[in-house]
T-cell receptor, first 112, second 113 residues
Framework: GENVEQHPSTLSVQEGDSAVIKCTYS??????FPWYKQELGKRPQLIID?????GEKKDQRIAVTLNKTAKHFSLHITETQPEDSAVYFC???????????FGQGTTLQVKP | DSGVTQTPKHLITATGQRVTLRCSPR?????VYWYQQSLDQGLQFLIQ???????AKGNILERFSAQQFPDLHSELNLSSLELGDSALYFC????????????FGDGTRLSIL
């Protein structure tokens, strides 16, 4: 069935370092891959997304890469700041429906 | 503010009861999605509606049902509640049905005592 695996489950970095979170999806019909940031007790907030016809997308300190052949996509955060500390979720949506299948989440801690 | 409104913010009730969660999508969005977030299951897709019609279904329990009304607001009904139904229930909306950014509401926290 549809599944998204996300790694690592926790990630601790020093302020200013880069952070990378990786996801693998199983449904080859998936064509839309958003990333959400969720702070404790808050709603998931869309931070960046990528469609299957694009290999990479960048927005300031955040970038996402997609390898359709390997069914991998990754989130890269450069020059991390303490306010980047949160849980990050990757997700995949199939071309047939809009439903999002989420990864298990990565708790990112940025130490000042 | 995402523009998606969910009410109530908190619900506390007992096992066996029934509750209704309400969601108003962002202006102009036709799709509404419901997700359940629990500590051990992460974010799980429940159901999607597009312009009043059911579009996709996830692992939604038979005790749960939903609908989208002509004014596009949606309600999620949970009945015969069990302790394990305690979770955060999020509604999200998007303009279309596929490959569209989904914006989440602030959620309803349901606690079953």
């Amino acid at each position: 069935g549809e599944n998204v695996e996300q790694h690592p489950s926790t990630l601790s970095v020093q302020e200013g370092d880069s952070a990378v979170i990786k996801c693998t999806y199983s449904d080859s019909a998936s064509n839309y891959f958003p990333w959400y940031k969720q702070e404790l007790g808050k709603r998931p907030q869309l931070i960046i997304d990528i469609r299957s016809n694009v290999g990479e997308k960048k927005d300031q300190r955040i970038a996402v890469t997609l390898n359709k052949t390997a069914k991998h996509f990754s989130l890269h955060i450069t020059e991390t700041q303490p306010e980047d500390s949160a849980v990050y979720f990757c997700a995949a949506a199939s071309s047939n429906t809009g439903k999002l299948i989420f990864g298990q989440g990565t708790t990112l801690q940025v130490k000042p | 503010d995402s523009g998606v409104t969910q009410t109530p913010k908190h619900l506390i009730t007992a096992t066996g009861q029934r509750v209704t969660l309400r969601c108003s999508p962002r202006s102009g969005d036709l799709s509404v999605y419901w997700y359940q977030q629990s500590l051990d299951q992460g974010l799980q897709f429940l159901i999607q509606y597009y312009n009043g019609e059911e579009r996709a279904k996830g692992n939604i329990l038979e005790r749960f049902s939903a609908q989208q009304f002509p004014d596009l607001h949606s309600e999620l009904n949970l009945s015969s509640l069990e302790l394990g139904d305690s979770a955060l229930y999020f509604c999200a909306s998007s303009a279309g049905t596929v490959a569209q950014p989904q914006h989440f509401g602030d959620g309803t926290r349901l606690s079953i005592l």
